[in-house]
């Protein structure tokens, strides 16, 4: 797999005694989570761990010298099962996904570490992400941070449809790519669907509000794509993870920081 991860933030790259050297209590490890799953016609099904570790090394760099943030290896496989029936998905049951997690964040505590950032790429971990957050606080103690996917960044240009509902192999997904691993992209395979329209509002949306109606990608996208990835250019691609570096490495840095204002 491709790494934009530099070595010396890198913690697998480390020996157990140079593991055994580091701060403890300050220490923050960063726990990335993604997928490998379809990506339509035109991405490859590493395209959310790709990102992930491309927008994660990217921020790494960013960083201070002197603070003691790694990424530890990613967990590659996510629940995708909105993907299922596509050839190439992998997928894992929300059981399997919380049981790893929670094993990591066990052998982190174990080691002795108190800082962990679960930081993640893929739509269908998302909830389950928000359930590891919690749990890990509340059965090691670990200050536990989740954060997702370009932490936030404006990504001025693309369209109200297109940040809306660009759910999947869109615009920015293939941008990205198109910038960092061109070579992975077939942009003659390109198709375009979308869910819902944001100019025909109606009352049950596929998520993000107070009545969802639950979806599978081959319920809507024959190609398996959510958005139109024709806009995305390389040069796109370079401005957005750059921008979502700087924002990431903002927030990593507010989570090294981070005091609970009432010691919990």
Request: glycine share 8%; net charge negative; with cysteine.
């Amino acid at each position: 797999m491709k790494t934009w991860i530099p070595d010396a933030r890198n913690f697998a790259y480390l020996t157990w005694k140079q593991v055994d050297a580091l701060p403890r209590e300050s220490t923050l490890l960063v726990l990335p989570t993604a997928a490998i799953e379809q990506h339509g016609h035109h991405l490859p099904l590493a395209t959310d761990t790709l990102i992930n570790n491309l927008l994660l090394g990217k921020a790494l760099d960013l960083l201070p010298g002197d603070l003691p943030i790694y990424a530890l290896p990613p967990v590659c496989y996510g629940k995708s099962n909105e993907h299922i029936g596509f050839p190439g998905t992998l997928s894992v049951s929300a059981q399997t996904f919380l049981s790893v997690v929670r094993d990591l964040g066990a052998s982190i505590a174990a080691s002795g570490f108190k800082k962990v950032v679960l930081y993640n790429t893929h739509g269908g971990n998302t909830s389950l992400v928000d359930v590891l957050a919690r749990d890990l606080r509340a059965e090691f103690g670990l200050r536990t941070f989740s954060l997702f996917g370009s932490a936030g960044a404006a990504f001025e240009g693309v369209s109200p449809q297109e940040r809306s509902y660009g759910f999947h192999a869109g615009e920015i997904e293939t941008a990205f790519l198109l910038h960092a691993a061109p070579a992975l992209v077939y942009p003659d395979e390109y198709t375009a669907n979308y869910i819902a329209r944001v100019d025909q509002p109606e009352l049950l949306k596929p998520e993000g509000s107070s009545a969802n109606f639950a979806w599978l990608t081959r319920d809507i996208a024959p190609s398996g794509v959510m958005g139109d990835p024709s806009p995305a250019t390389p040069e796109k691609g370079e401005q957005w993870s750059n921008e979502a570096a700087t924002r990431i490495a903002e927030v990593l840095v507010a989570m090294f920081q981070f005091e609970p204002r009432h010691g919990a």
